[in-house]
């Protein structure tokens, strides 16, 4: 998957807005090209999990279909721990079509990386091209 360096710059700006929480988005496209982010409100305001406002995925998924986009991917941060799937996270992932995308703040020194889950909850770290 290819992200845009203006839509990673969103998500990392998105990230550090909403630190100590966590913050959550979407990012759509076609052919595994993000053209567009979502960025979400976490209605959990919670450090360690996130909970996408409803009414804000309905938005974004309604936009991605009049806009003929694909789901490409989920991110979110994670303010105090590496970028990988936590419990909670992997539990929550229901788009297995899709990544998922986490941003680290641990310790203000940023990191990103996607990770595909299954349907079984197997998950594996993924390549991403931010160009």
Known sequence: MRIPQSVFRDMVDHARRA?????????AGKDDVVTRI???ENRDKSRTSYHAAPE????????MEDLGLDLLAVYHSHPDTESYPSP?????????????????LKAQNLQARAFRVNRSK????EEFEVS
């Open 38 to 40: 979502y960025p979400l």
């Open 56 to 63: 804000q995925q309905l938005e974004a998924f309604t936009d």
């Open 122 to 125: 197997m998950i594996s770290e």
């Open 19 to 27: 630190w100590p929480t966590e913050c959550c988005g979407i990012l």
């Open 88 to 104: 909670v996270d992997i539990e929550k992932a229901y788009f297995t079509e899709a990544l998922y995308i986490i941003i680290s």
